[in-house]
């Protein structure tokens, strides 16, 4: 398992289009806009996932920078998984 908490710096007048953006995605909690800036924890099982996803949303129209405040990995959660 890997948790991801960031923040992204928006744009001026960006923030409606990008929270649309997000509604679609999998695994993301949003929270409020302070002064530009939109807080995102992602959850996923596999750490490539994860990576990928902060590059999709570094690459979102109306997200001026990433910034990556944590990460958790649990590795014993990848292990189980395996085990499956």
Request: net charge negative; with cysteine; proline share 5%.
């Amino acid at each position: 398992m890997a948790v991801a908490a960031l923040v992204l710096s928006l744009d001026s007048g960006s923030e409606a289009p990008v929270r649309a953006q997000l509604k679609e995605w999998c695994g993301l909690s949003v929270g409020p806009t302070v002064a530009g800036r939109l807080p995102v924890v992602v959850e996923t099982h596999e750490q490539a996932r994860l990576e990928g996803l902060v590059q999709r949303l570094t690459d979102l129209e109306g997200v001026a920078f990433v910034d990556l405040v944590q990460v958790d990995f649990d590795p014993e959660s990848d292990q189980r998984e395996l085990v499956r």
